[in-house]
C-alpha cells in the first residue's frame, strides 16, 4: 500500500472508532472497557494501534490509559476526552474527541471543535505553525475561553508520533512553513477563562515508550524486553498490554526491573495547574498544493 493511501486508510479507521466511541462514553462507563474497545475496533477495522487509547478526565489533559485491573470509572458531569491513534504500515492518524456530561461546561467543547476547524484552514504551503496557534487562540478567546498554551499540534512521520514540529495553540512568531506533503495533527486543547491555562507533569499515565537495549538481570525481563523491542520502537505502548502476555508476580516484576534500568520509560499524566476542565479536539492532515486533506474528518 503506498503512502497516500495507507495514510488516508489509517484516517477512515481513526475517523470511525471516534465516532463509534462517543456513544460509549457515559457515566459509570468503566474506563479500561473504553480503552479496550477503542484498540479492538481499531485492529478490526484493519489498522493496528499507533499509541494506547487516552481516556482523560476533567483537568487531566492527556496522558492516561488504563493499567491492568484498572476499576476507575467515568464520573458524573465528567469532561472526557478520547484521543485515538490507528497506523497502517506505520502512516499513523491522532484524532480525539470530547464527550462533556455536564451541560454547563459544553461551550469548552464547541470553542475547541470552532477552534480546530479554524486552525485546519489556516493550514497550506508556506504558512507558519505560529499562524495556525493565533487562529486558535482568536477563535478560543472570542467564544469566552482559554487555551491551554504549553500543549501543541505536532508533526507526524512513518512510525513516529511527534517528529520534531509543535504546531501552537497561541499566538507566536514564525517558526515551521508549511509544505506540500507534510503530515500533521492539529490539537487544540481549551479551559475556563480563569484556570491556570498550562499542564504540569502529573503521575504516570501508564504509557511507556522504548528507550534504549540495556542489560537486565532476569529471565523475564529479557524476554519482555525483547517483545517491548520488537512490537513498538518508537511507539508508546501501555502497561497493560505487556503484563496480559506477562502476568502476575514475575511480570510485574520485570517491568519494573525495565524501569529501573531506562529501558523503558513512562509518560507523566498532564494536568491542568489549577486543576479546571480541559476539552480537547483534534484530526490529522496532509498538506496539499492548496491547502490541507483532513484525513480523519
Known amino acids: 500500500m503506498e503512502q497516500l493511501e495507507a495514510l488516508r486508510e489509517a484516517g477512515r479507521i481513526a475517523s470511525q472508532v471516534r465516532k463509534s466511541i462517543r456513544g460509549d462514553v457515559e457515566a459509570g462507563t468503566r474506563i479500561i472497557d473504553i480503552c479496550d474497545s477503542v484498540e479492538a475496533q481499531i485492529r478490526e477495522l484493519g489498522g493496528e494501534i ?121 499566538a507566536s512568531i514564525g517558526g515551521y512553513r508549511f509544505q506540500a506533503g507534510d503530515v500533521f495533527a492539529i490539537e487544540p486543547f481549551t479551559t475556563l477563562p480563569d484556570a491556570a491555562g498550562e499542564v504540569v507533569d502529573g503521575p504516570p499515565g501508564h504509557i511507556y515508550l522504548f528507550q534504549k537495549k540495556r542489560s537486565v538481570h532476569g529471565e523475564v525481563a529479557r524476554r519482555m524486553l525483547k517483545q517491548i523491542h520488537s512490537r513498538y520502537r518508537t511507539l508508546p505502548f501501555a502497561s497493560r498490554w505487556v503484563l496480559r502476555r506477562f502476568p502476575g508476580p514475575e ?31 483534534e484530526h490529522t492532515l496532509i498538506v496539499t498544493e492548496d491547502g490541507c486533506e483532513i484525513t480523519t474528518a
Not at 491551554?148 to 505536532?154: A, D, E, M, V
Not at 516484576?253 to 509518560?267: D, K, N, Q, T, V
Request: proline share 7%.
Open 50 to 170: 499507533a499509541f494506547p487509547c487516552n481516556v482523560d478526565i476533567d483537568h487531566v489533559a492527556a496522558h492516561y490509559t488504563s493499567p491492568i485491573g484498572d476499576i476507575s470509572i467515568v464520573p458524573e458531569g465528567a469532561v472526557v476526552k478520547v484521543d485515538i491513534g490507528a497506523h497502517v504500515d506505520g502512516y499513523i492518524a491522532d484524532t480525539a474527541t470530547t464527550v462533556c456530561l455536564e451541560p454547563w461546561l459544553e461551550p469548552l467543547v464547541e470553542a475547541v471543535e470552532a477552534a480546530l476547524n479554524a486552525g485546519l484552514r489556516t493550514v497550506r504551503p508556506g504558512v507558519h505553525v505560529s499562524e495556525v496557534g493565533a487562529v486558535i487562540e482568536r477563535t478560543m478567546k472570542a467564544r469566552g475561553v482559554a487555551p491551554i498554551r504549553n500543549l501543541t499540534g505536532h508533526k507526524i512521520a512513518r512510525y513516529i508520533i511527534h517528529a520534531g514540529v509543535s504546531v501552537p495553540n497561541v
Open 251 to 281: 511480570g510485574r516484576a520485570a517491568f519494573s526491573e525495565l524501569l529501573r534500568s531506562r529501558c523503558i520509560r513512562a509518560y507523566p499524566q498532564l494536568i491542568e495547574r489549577s486543576r479546571k476542565p480541559v476539552a480537547q479536539a
